[in-house]
């Protein structure tokens, strides 16, 4: 596990960006894996700028993304679907057809799951992006008795409804998610895991210092062999 630590989010945002596109520019038709949250957005910004400047194409990239809420309708202004089109997805050349997400509204969600765990067998992502919860959870693996395999519904935490509830004015937060699965994330060739303010130094420290417990979903991560951790000075407050 590699720890860097920067000033500010921006910061990390360039640095990040600057391991993807170096990614993408040797291997065109490389599997990116990414998040949605606050953490990433100053990463998509660099990507987006570096596009625009003709550093780098995703005509080629395959995406999937971690989770999807249930219940809220895709075009839906907070399903993640609409957080990746308009913080990433509309402002690059990313084909459409290479973009991938849980369907949250699946009739059947187990057979949901198994879809979208088939399509990360055949696709092996590359780079996986992730930020965390304040609780220690990636992807939304909530802290258990178990560490998760695949992917699967998953009831959200207080500690989740509660971080995330402020991007919902009028109508209220689903309560339920689908998400890939610990076992899942943890097959990417590479991890990139960013986190910035106080709120997620007691998250990192678990990670970086704590015991292997799903009751610290995010300290699975030790046993990678190739984990970046982008942090801000608040966030590793604790190191
Ligand atoms: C989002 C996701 C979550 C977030 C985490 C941190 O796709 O899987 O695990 O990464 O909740 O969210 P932010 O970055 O908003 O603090």
């Known amino acids: 596990m590699i720890l860097h630590i920067f000033n500010n989010a921006e910061e990390i945002g360039k640095a990040v960006a600057n391991l993807i596109i170096e990614q993408v520019?040797?291997?065109?038709?490389?599997?990116?894996?990414?998040?949605?949250?606050?953490?990433?957005?100053?990463?998509?910004?660099?990507?987006?700028?570096?596009?625009?400047?003709?550093?780098?194409?995703?005509?080629?990239i395959t995406t999937f993304n971690l989770d999807e809420y249930c219940d809220l309708p895709k075009d839906d202004k907070n399903s993640y679907y609409t957080f990746m089109h308009e913080n990433l997805f509309n402002h690059i050349d990313v084909k459409e057809e290479?973009?991938?997400f849980l369907n949250g509204n699946a009739e059947d969600t187990d057979a949901e799951c198994v879809r979208y765990d088939d399509l990360l067998t055949e696709n092996k992502i590359d780079i996986q992006l992730l930020g965390v919860g304040r609780n220690g959870h990636i992807g939304f693996?909530?802290?258990?008795?178990?560490?998760?395999?695949?992917?699967?519904k998953v009831r959200l935490s207080q500690s989740t409804i509660d971080a995330n509830s402020i991007y919902f004015d009028e109508n209220p937060m689903p309560h339920y998610a689908l998400?890939?699965?610990?076992?899942?994330?943890?097959?990417s060739k590479q991890i990139i895991l960013i986190a910035t303010g106080r709120g997620k130094a007691d998250a990192i420290d678990g990670l970086v210092n704590g015991d292997i417990t799903p009751s610290c979903p995010a300290s699975v991560l030790q046993l990678h062999p190739n984990?970046?951790?982008?942090?801000?000075?608040?966030?590793?407050?604790?190191?």
């Open 25 to 60: 520019n040797e291997k065109p038709d490389s599997v990116l894996g990414f998040a949605t949250g606050a953490s990433p957005v100053p990463t998509y910004k660099s990507l987006i700028k570096a596009y625009n400047k003709g550093k780098v194409s995703f005509k080629d």
């Open 98 to 100: 290479n973009v991938n």
């Open 141 to 152: 693996n909530e802290p258990s008795n178990k560490f998760t395999k695949g992917s699967f």
């Open 179 to 187: 998400t890939m699965g610990t076992v899942s994330i943890m097959k």
């Open 227 to 239: 984990v970046h951790i982008f942090l801000d000075k608040a966030a590793a407050s604790l190191l």
